[in-house]
């Protein structure tokens, strides 16, 4: 550190130049997060100083943890659903190991995830010492659940569907895995970090939510297509006392029993979460949903025009090519099998699509 403190004027410069050497959201087409919305901001701002870790303190920023888990509960047909805000994916996907875990404890622990999971399980995997078995993909890149019966065995703790992969956007056949999961005795997590917070505003939802009732647990990120502040991520549960198997005891808290895996959080970003969801509505959510929709069909129907085959038809916002020539002057990224991926995320507009393909145009004449 310094010896004596930087004028604060120098200091913000410095921060600046900094700031200055990120990309605006304008350029980014490949990533699940966007510019949060402006009412995420000015909530995020307002709870700036709160501490989740300690709830008794912040009774009020408590109360708004448990109205977001109710209402995205209620948004995956569960209003009693038990809950906590993660930090996102990665926690609530640890979280939900943790507990399938405790539920069925076996020498040997496995769990079986689809080969399109997140690298996320993999860290959980590592964490708790279990082992990771990977299911094969059909041909549209979702789980194929004919293979899933040599995988399954008396020592799988936790099979997982995911809703929204990370590389092509896909759902997979979660009523076919509730059936499997029912029938065969096992935990279900439903990573929906990504397309919690877009299949339910399709015009034709696909299912996939604890209506089904196989489904143990779901993870949906508020920081992705909830277009809330970083970072908020939440961890819903069938039933509530499923998180007492992963209480621990806080003597000097203002409450006696934690069971999260931080113990300092954030309620900026909570009350961002939910102020989104409150001021956009059902009605909101579903004019977001449908533009980002319409933006990834006009997106396909443009790069096949230039030759750059669709992957897939995908479920949600994620669209793939076969492309070897990238539009100049954009940055994407490309699935582990090649494919060049595009989110069309809120702030990735029709004028933006448009200048991509306008760039393909200059690129492929
Ligand atoms: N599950 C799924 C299906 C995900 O897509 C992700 C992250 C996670 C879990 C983990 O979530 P957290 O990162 O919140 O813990 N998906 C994005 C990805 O890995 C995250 C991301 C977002 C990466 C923005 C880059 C970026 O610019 O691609």
């Known amino acids: 550190m310094r010896e004596v403190g930087c004028p604060e004027e120098d200091l913000f410069s410095f921060l600046s130049s900094k700031r200055r050497e990120d990309l605006g959201y304008r350029n980014i087409l490949s990533s699940m997060c966007t510019s949060p919305h402006p009412v995420a901001a000015r909530a995020h701002a307002m709870f700036l100083e709160t501490n989740l870790g300690d709830p008794g303190l912040f009774p009020g920023t408590a109360a708004l943890e448990g109205l977001l888990v109710e209402r995205l509960g209620a948004l995956m047909h569960h209003p009693g659903a038990g809950g906590y805000a993660t930090s ?8 939900a190991f943790r507990i399938a875990k405790k539920l069925k404890p076996v020498q040997f622990p496995n769990v079986v995830v689809p080969a399109s999971a997140h690298f996320s399980f993999q860290k959980a995997c590592d964490i708790l010492g279990i ?21 399954v065995d008396r020592n799988t703790v936790c099979l997982v569907g995911i809703v929204g992969t990370t590389e092509y956007g896909m759902v997979d056949p979660v009523a076919r895995l509730s059936d499997l999961a029912e029938e065969r005795d096992v935990f ?8 919690g917070m877009v299949v339910p505003f399709l015009d034709r939802p696909i ?3 604890f209506r089904l009732s196989g489904v143990d647990s779901i993870s949906v ?4 297509m909830g277009m809330s502040t970083i970072p908020a991520g939440c961890l819903l549960v069938r039933d509530p006392d499923y998180f007492s198997s992963l209480n621990v005891e806080t003597p ?6 934690e069971c999260t895996l931080a113990g300092t959080r954030p309620g900026a970003s909570v009350a961002a979460a939910f102020a989104v969801l409150e001021y956009l509505g059902m009605d909101g959510m579903r004019a977001v949903v449908a533009g980002c929709m319409e933006n990834t069909r006009r997106l396909i129907e443009g790069m096949e025009t230039f030759g750059c085959p669709r992957a897939v038809t995908p479920d949600v916002n994620v669209a793939t090519f076969s492309c070897d020539r990238p539009p100049a002057g954009w940055r994407v990224s490309r699935t582990r099998a090649g494919h060049m991926r595009i989110v069309c995320m809120p702030h990735v507009t029709r004028d933006v699509i448009e200048a991509v393909l306008n760039d393909m145009s200059d690129t492929h004449a």
């Not at 990120?221 to 992705?224: L, N």
């Open 88 to 95: 996102g994916g990665t926690e609530s996907n640890i979280q």
């Open 131 to 151: 082992e990771m078995r990977t299911a094969s993909l059909d041909a549209d890149f979702r789980i194929d659940a004919e293979a899933l019966d040599g995988l």
């Open 188 to 195: 279900l997590h439903i990573d929906a970090a990504f397309g």
């Open 207 to 209: 299912p996939f939510d």
């Open 221 to 224: 990120d508020p920081h992705k």
């Open 252 to 257: 000097y808290l203002t409450v006696k029993r």
